[in-house]
């Protein structure tokens, strides 16, 4: 089983609705977990981080973290083709895990018009 | 604050050579990780230095190695380079001694013929 599982892509929504991504994992312990967005061609891009359970929003996403399921969300409301990139959930594993992200596989999302 | 910068952007090499990339981190950070991301692999993580420490290490063969200065700024080298090594690899810094939340630089393409 692979540590950290991402919804299978490629995900396709129209322009100003909800897109919704999601992650398992599998260290119970992991305290931090973290989004990133990568548009084609350059590195990834902090969107948000949440360390406990429930919500936590920032302008139109909003992570959503359930511990006890093992399972974070992102989503992002009114959805724009400047969105379009690829989606990629990690965490920090419990313990000495200095500096490891541990990443899944990313969810490429399109956003059209 | 500028970010985290890495020299050069884009290398070719053949098989066999060594190659050095550079990464400078976020001024004040001491934290600096190092990932390699492939179409087929995601991104993996590589190894972290926190004060000209090497803390933590992934699955990589000792190929790969890394060093630390004192003003924060890291090096990975990668020696006897091999066609699958051909990759963008990316550095990120963290500001905390926990290594929490991470912001990349833009990478060094690696191209290995």
């Known amino acids: 089983q692979k540590e950290v599982e991402q919804n299978s892509g490629p995900l396709s929504v129209p322009e100003g609705a909800i897109a919704s991504l999601n992650c398992t994992y599998s260290?119970?312990?992991?305290?931090?977990f973290f989004w990133y967005r990568q548009y084609s061609g350059k590195s990834p891009e902090l969107i948000m981080s949440?360390?406990?359970?429930g919500d936590k929003e920032d302008g139109r996403f909003t992570a959503q973290l359930n511990k006890a399921s093992q399972y974070v969300s992102l989503l992002i409301r009114d959805s724009q083709p400047s969105d379009s990139a690829t989606y990629l959930c990690a965490y920090i594993e419990a313990g000495t895990s200095y500096g490891k992200l541990t990443f899944g596989q990313g969810t490429i999302l399109t956003v059209h018009p | 604050k500028a970010g985290v910068t890495q020299t050069p952007r884009y290398l070719i090499k053949t098989r066999g050579q060594q190659v050095t990339l550079s990464c400078s981190p976020i001024s004040g950070h001491r934290s600096v990780s190092w990932y390699q991301q492939t179409p087929g692999q995601g991104l993996q993580f590589l190894f972290e230095y926190f004060s000209e420490t090497q803390r933590n290490k992934g699955n990589f063969p000792g190929r790969f190695s890394g060093r630390q200065f004192s003003n924060s700024r890291s090096e990975m080298n990668v020696s006897t380079l091999e066609l699958g090594d051909s990759a963008l690899y990316l550095c990120?810094?963290?500001?905390?001694?926990?290594?929490?939340?991470?912001?990349f630089g833009p990478g060094t393409r690696l191209t290995v013929l």
């Open positions: 949440i360390y406990s359970n």
């Open positions: 990120a810094s963290s500001d905390s001694e926990g290594a929490d939340t991470q912001y």
């Open positions: 260290d119970r312990g992991s305290q931090s």
